[in-house]
Each structure stands twice: as structure tokens, then as C-alpha cells.
């Protein structure tokens, strides 16, 4: 494994949220492919195995060495809160941003007392907020439509209802990326309705999707962009982005850093290619397969956070 160094692009403290009542979203279903349904067990089987996933995962990120600030939701009415990437995201320098989200009951997700921590415990010089533009049903489902090159400074979003041209430039005008907009579609012809599940950004790695993008220009000048960085492109397969290998996130950990992902994206996962993520990054998988039937996986689960924080008070 190379040496690890201090990354922007690597978060070392999240912010997950444990649902008391999780279920699949019956209002995101008819665009996200990647939800899918169970049969077997009864809802109450279902939030309970979902709980104790989120508490899983965060006890082995804190484990890890990683710091999660760890929310409960007890609403019935939030059933994708699970996903708390969507409706913020905070960025170096102390900015935060809220965004505009496209099904009405996932705009109940957001949280004041979130936001209220990360003024607390971070430095937060300012918050954009993007949600009045949903009256204009103009959508940015934060760092699942988009994915971030904190380094290079490229946001890369595949276009969807969750991802609107306009608000993306606006993003990136006041957060001082440059858009990458592309069309990507699943292995059924479907379009991809989060970026995040096609591709994720390390600091010396990239996953990728590659074979969604179907035109072939714009895919070589989004390889490209992404090897001019140093990176090196791992390419998943149709199929192994469908098993969510796509839907990663690097974090720093005590040791090192890792990449977060699922016990079923690491099942999906080729020896070559974990061969060529070891280089850099220590893989952590965790069983959360209740979780992905509403149709996200690890990255979606965790909210990095990119500021700096703050020294505590000395008497």
C-alpha cells in the first residue's frame, strides 16, 4: 500500500442517521432501478434489520478510526433518511450546502439540528441553501447526483430528474467547480438516476462505470479528464455496478485511509481490481443489504464531512 497522506478528497468524520422505521420509497421506485423489493420478511423484520446495519456500520467506521455523528430518525414518514448525502454536503474552507430534492417526502429529510452541529463542532463560514428551488421543481440531490473531485475541482453528473443543468451550474459557480453533465444508463437501458452509483473518487483511484456511458466521445474525455489527475481508472462492469460496486467512499481513517463499501460490492469485485485499490486504501465492506433495496448502498449512506474543526475552549 502507498504512504498515506492527508487528502481533500478523504473525509475523516461523517454524519450517518439510524431509521427506526425503514422501508423501500414507494415515491422514488419509478426511477431509481435499482430498488427492489422483499417478499419474505414484514416491515417491522425489515426496519429492525436496517437499524442494526447503521448501527453496524458506524461501530466499525468508529472502529476504524473514522468520527460518526450518528442521528436517529423515529418518523415513519422519511423512509429514505438512511441517505443523508442527499440533502447536504460541506466543502473545505467552512461552506455548506443544502440542496433541492425531487420526491416530496424525501424533502422532509432535512435536519436544523444537523446543520446546527456543524456550525458547533466545525468551522462553517456560510450555508447555501438550493431547497426554495423545488417550488421551481428544479432538483440536486447533492453527492448522489453529483460526484466531487475535491482536487481537480470537476463535479461529474449524470443527467436525471435528480440532477437539473441549472442548479448544477449554480452549484458549481458558487463552489468553484467546473460541471461535467453526461448521460449514463444501467445494464436494462435504464438512465442512472445517481451518479454515486456509477462511479466514486479517491484520491489515487477511481471506480467507473465506463460502459454506461453510451457515447463514446464523451466517455473517452471523462476517462481522460479523470487519469489527467494521477489517478488510476478501475472500470466496473454493467453488472458489477448493479451489485453497487460503484457506490463507494473513501474516508481517512486512524490508520489509514479506506474505502467504505458493501459486503456485496466486495463480493462483486474482481481479484484484479481489488488488487489495484489495495494499492492505496485498506477495504472495509459491511453487510447493509437491507438497506440496498431502497436502491443505494455505503456512499449513500454516509455524509462526508470537508471542514475543518473547531479547537475546543480552554479555560
Not at 39 to 50: F, G, N, R, S
Not at 59 to 79: F, K
Not at 128 to 157: C, Q
Request: hydrophobic share 40%; net charge negative; charged share 20%.
Amino acid at each position: 500500500m502507498k504512504m498515506s497522506r492527508l487528502s481533500v478528497q478523504a473525509p475523516s468524520a461523517v454524519v450517518m442517521i439510524r431509521p427506526h422505521h425503514f422501508t423501500p420509497n414507494q415515491m422514488t421506485a419509478a426511477d431509481n432501478a435499482f430498488q427492489s423489493r422483499d417478499e419474505k420478511h414484514t416491515p417491522d423484520v425489515l426496519a429492525a434489520k436496517a437499524y442494526q446495519e447503521v448501527t453496524q456500520m458506524a461501530q466499525g467506521l468508529g472502529d476504524a478510526g473514522i468520527t460518526v455523528h450518528l442521528y436517529e430518525d423515529e418518523s415513519t414518514s422519511t423512509p429514505d433518511s438512511v441517505f443523508p448525502n442527499n440533502w447536504f454536503s460541506t466543502h473545505s474552507g467552512g461552506h455548506v450546502a443544502i440542496y433541492p430534492m425531487y420526491s416530496e417526502n424525501r424533502q422532509r429529510e432535512r435536519r436544523g439540528d444537523v446543520i446546527e452541529m456543524l456550525k458547533s463542532e466545525y468551522r462553517v463560514q456560510d450555508v447555501i441553501d438550493y431547497s426554495g428551488l423545488e417550488k421551481d421543481k428544479v432538483f440536486l440531490e447533492g453527492t448522489g447526483a453529483m460526484v466531487l473531485d475535491h482536487v481537480a475541482r470537476v463535479a461529474y453528473a449524470v443527467r436525471s430528474n435528480r440532477a437539473n443543468d441549472v442548479a448544477l451550474e449554480r452549484f458549481c459557480t458558487h463552489f468553484n467547480f467546473e460541471p461535467m453533465i453526461f448521460d449514463a444508463f444501467d445494464h436494462n437501458g435504464k438512465p442512472i438516476y445517481h451518479t454515486n452509483v456509477l462511479m466514486c473518487i479517491g484520491t489515487d483511484f477511481v471506480l467507473l462505470g465506463a460502459q454506461s456511458i453510451p457515447d463514446a466521445g464523451r466517455r473517452q474525455e471523462i476517462v481522460a479528464r479523470l487519469e489527467e489527475t494521477g489517478r488510476q481508472v478501475v472500470e466496473l462492469s454493467t453488472e458489477q455496478i448493479a451489485n453497487f460496486a460503484g457506490n463507494a467512499i473513501e474516508l481517512k481513517g486512524r490508520n489509514g485511509r479506506i474505502l467504505a463499501l458493501s459486503a456485496r460490492a466486495h463480493a462483486a469485485l474482481q481479484l484484479e481490481q481489488i488488487s489495484a485499490i489495495e494499492q492505496s486504501v485498506q477495504l472495509l465492506p459491511f453487510d447493509v443489504s437491507t438497506i440496498e433495496l431502497a436502491g443505494g448502498s455505503v456512499r449513500c449512506m454516509l455524509a462526508g464531512i470537508h471542514l475543518s474543526r473547531r479547537m475546543p475552549l480552554t479555560a
